[in-house]
């Protein structure tokens, strides 16, 4: 009887263990690109994220949209810019971003009502993203329904369910 | 909640909109059965297709059916088409058996909308509902080869186990709003239409503001053909139908 009891807290500490590794490693992107870099240089958010003006999501930026300023040799020391033109531009392969900021399926966030319509800034929701030296692993802001509902009923819009849950 | 307080304060957008009560009128001399709003509902609002099995096993979903009718006998049968969508009722039975909340009557629009992510699957509305319209999702959705790469971005793809139904294109009215509000403007007549309505190559379907009186549908609702599906339950369909008797 012990012995089982024993066994069930060992592993019972194994999967809390597991899940803490699982929650606290988040994201890793493909390159490890600074967004600070990118907006001192004088790139506007929307040269990268090509469509949040328009579209519903904003948008990752291609191997094509990267090689528009990175196509021949490294601006930077940065050995992470080499490795981006060598392993991605000049192989012309897709880079494999991974989303950060999730919204459940049954929602409906348009980026394009939000920047043209409402003119929210991007640090709004997606926090100080641009003094990041390093890509995000975690979200900066949770994207909670609480959040959305506050901003909807100050600022008068509609907070009915159908206007998101769509 | 303490988080968000913190924030800068945004400025109100000051738009306020009239309480809208968006009703449908069906002709249905005009109908031909043709079922290009059934088509038209399933492109738009990302509903997946069926096989010939699970159609048989009554598996078919659609937020908009074709009821059939036969009148007389061979050789001089006469057939006619009802094109039922969800009939938006004033007083729906379906809310009232919801046990989670997830469908709910929107009293800024009048449209009984249903809350995808909220839904437990328990079909109790499916049952409380007298025409039949809600469907549910007993499979995950599936589309056959690119076909999901051409889905609907505007709506979400239901998973398996909740409930469905017509929401009256409810995301072309957020886009309507959209239009209007950049302009500055009120809604207009035609700004927000479902897809049924524009699809339909009769134009047996109207659609506008019930609470408008010059509305096209306050006006053709005066029409002495004007009726509406078991009117006797008390549900009061915003869903209106025209035949001559």
Same mark, same amino acid.
């Given at each position: 009887m012990k012995k089982c009891r024993n066994l069930l807290i060992i592993l019972s500490s194994a999967f809390v263990f597991a899940l803490f590794v699982s929650c606290g490693s988040g994201v890793e992107q493909p390159i490890q690109f600074p967004h600070k870099t990118h907006i001192d240089a004088g790139?506007?958010?929307?040269?990268?994220?090509?469509?949040y003006e328009t579209q519903k999501n904003s948008g990752r930026p291609t191997t094509e949209v990267c090689s528009n300023c990175h196509f021949d040799e490294p601006m930077t020391s940065n050995p992470e810019e080499k490795r981006l033109i060598e392993e991605y531009i000049k192989k012309n392969k897709e880079l494999p971003w991974k989303r950060v900021y999730h919204v459940p399926e049954h929602v409906y966030y348009p980026h394009f009502r939000h920047v043209m319509n409402a003119k929210i800034d991007c640090e709004f929701c997606h926090g100080d993203i641009k003094s990041q030296t390093m890509p995000l692993t975690?979200?900066?802001?949770k994207t909670k329904m609480y959040f959305c509902y506050n901003c909807h009923k100050e600022r008068g819009i509609?907070?009915?369910?159908i206007t998101c849950h769509v | 909640m303490s988080g968000y307080k913190e924030e800068k304060k945004l400025k109100p957008l000051n738009k306020i909109w009239p309480v809208w009560r968006w009703g449908m009128i069906i002709d249905l001399n005009k109908c031909t059965g043709c079922q290009a709003c059934v088509i038209a509902c399933k492109a738009e609002n990302n509903i997946p297709f069926k096989t010939k099995k699970e159609s048989l096993q009554a598996r078919e979903m659609s937020w908009i059916h074709m009821t059939l009718t036969y009148e007389g006998k061979y050789p001089n049968v006469k057939m006619s088409f009802i094109p039922v969508p969800c009939?938006?009722?004033?007083? *729906? *039975?379906c809310i009232k058996v919801c046990p989670v909340g997830a469908t709910y009557f929107s009293e800024e629009t009048g449209i009984v909308g249903q809350i995808f992510g909220r839904c437990?699957?328990?079909?109790y509305c499916t049952v409380a509902c007298p025409y039949t319209v809600r469907v549910f999702n007993w499979f995950t959705p599936e589309w056959p080869g690119d076909m999901k790469k051409y889905t609907n971005p505007d709506v979400s793809k239901r998973p398996r186990g909740v409930v469905e139904k017509c929401t009256f294109c409810s995301h072309r009215l957020n886009a309507a709003k959209d239009r209007a509000r950049q302009e500055n403007r009120g809604l207009k007549q035609g700004d927000y239409v479902p897809a049924c309505v524009e699809s339909c190559p009769a134009n047996a379907i109207y659609f506008g503001d019930l609470n408008d009186p010059n509305s096209i549908v306050s006006k053709i609702g005066k029409d002495p053909r004007a009726f509406k599906i078991m009117e006797d339950l008390g549900t009061e369909p915003k869903v209106i139908y025209l035949h001559k008797v």
């Amino acid at each position: 009887m012990k012995k089982c009891r024993n066994l069930l807290i060992i592993l019972s500490s194994a999967f809390v263990f597991a899940l803490f590794v699982s929650c606290g490693s988040g994201v890793e992107q493909p390159i490890q690109f600074p967004h600070k870099t990118h907006i001192d240089a004088g790139v506007e958010c929307n040269i990268c994220h090509q469509f949040y003006e328009t579209q519903k999501n904003s948008g990752r930026p291609t191997t094509e949209v990267c090689s528009n300023c990175h196509f021949d040799e490294p601006m930077t020391s940065n050995p992470e810019e080499k490795r981006l033109i060598e392993e991605y531009i000049k192989k012309n392969k897709e880079l494999p971003w991974k989303r950060v900021y999730h919204v459940p399926e049954h929602v409906y966030y348009p980026h394009f009502r939000h920047v043209m319509n409402a003119k929210i800034d991007c640090e709004f929701c997606h926090g100080d993203i641009k003094s990041q030296t390093m890509p995000l692993t975690k979200p900066l802001k949770k994207t909670k329904m609480y959040f959305c509902y506050n901003c909807h009923k100050e600022r008068g819009i509609s907070v009915d369910c159908i206007t998101c849950h769509v | 909640m303490s988080g968000y307080k913190e924030e800068k304060k945004l400025k109100p957008l000051n738009k306020i909109w009239p309480v809208w009560r968006w009703g449908m009128i069906i002709d249905l001399n005009k109908c031909t059965g043709c079922q290009a709003c059934v088509i038209a509902c399933k492109a738009e609002n990302n509903i997946p297709f069926k096989t010939k099995k699970e159609s048989l096993q009554a598996r078919e979903m659609s937020w908009i059916h074709m009821t059939l009718t036969y009148e007389g006998k061979y050789p001089n049968v006469k057939m006619s088409f009802i094109p039922v969508p969800c009939l938006q009722c004033e007083n *729906p *039975p379906c809310i009232k058996v919801c046990p989670v909340g997830a469908t709910y009557f929107s009293e800024e629009t009048g449209i009984v909308g249903q809350i995808f992510g909220r839904c437990i699957g328990c079909r109790y509305c499916t049952v409380a509902c007298p025409y039949t319209v809600r469907v549910f999702n007993w499979f995950t959705p599936e589309w056959p080869g690119d076909m999901k790469k051409y889905t609907n971005p505007d709506v979400s793809k239901r998973p398996r186990g909740v409930v469905e139904k017509c929401t009256f294109c409810s995301h072309r009215l957020n886009a309507a709003k959209d239009r209007a509000r950049q302009e500055n403007r009120g809604l207009k007549q035609g700004d927000y239409v479902p897809a049924c309505v524009e699809s339909c190559p009769a134009n047996a379907i109207y659609f506008g503001d019930l609470n408008d009186p010059n509305s096209i549908v306050s006006k053709i609702g005066k029409d002495p053909r004007a009726f509406k599906i078991m009117e006797d339950l008390g549900t009061e369909p915003k869903v209106i139908y025209l035949h001559k008797v």
